[in-house]
Nanobody
Framework: QVQLVESGGDLVQPGGSLRLSCAASGTLFSLYVVGWYRQAPGKQRELVASITRYGANTNYEVSVKGRFTISRDNAKNTAYLQMNNLTPEDTAVYYC???????????WGQGTQVTVSS
């Protein structure tokens, strides 16, 4: 049974920082491309950042580029999302996704709430 567990969400003031973690269990983490998604109330879930299996390549949604950094440590079965200079527009539930299209596998965590407010 593959599980992804996110943590690190919190209430933070504008301009603040948070580091989200996504811990995987029950699988070889390096098999998967990892993505961080977010969903704000009344909006569709959107891809914020992604990282390839061994971290060679990353991609970011335009609004977070330069502020967010995705990384992973396959030895620890964990991926991270460092979020700096947060704005109220970053308020959302953040989800971790691990996917391997060739294997037809796609897993989601339960989400962690990030609220940016003064």
């Amino acid at each position: 049974q593959v599980q992804l567990v996110e943590s690190g969400g919190d209430l933070v003031q504008p301009g603040g920082s948070l580091r989200l973690s996504c811990a995987a269990s029950g699988t070889l983490f390096s098999l998967y491309v990892v993505g961080w998604y977010r969903q704000a109330p009344g909006k569709q879930r959107e891809l914020v950042a992604s990282i390839t299996r061994y971290g060679a390549n990353t991609n970011y949604e335009v609004s977070v580029k330069g502020r967010f950094t995705i990384s992973r440590d396959n030895a620890k079965n964990t991926a991270y999302l460092q979020m700096n200079n947060l704005t109220p527009e970053d308020t959302a539930v953040y989800y971790c996704n691990a996917a391997n299209g060739a294997l037809g596998r796609d897993y989601w965590g339960q989400g962690t709430q990030v609220t940016v407010s003064s």
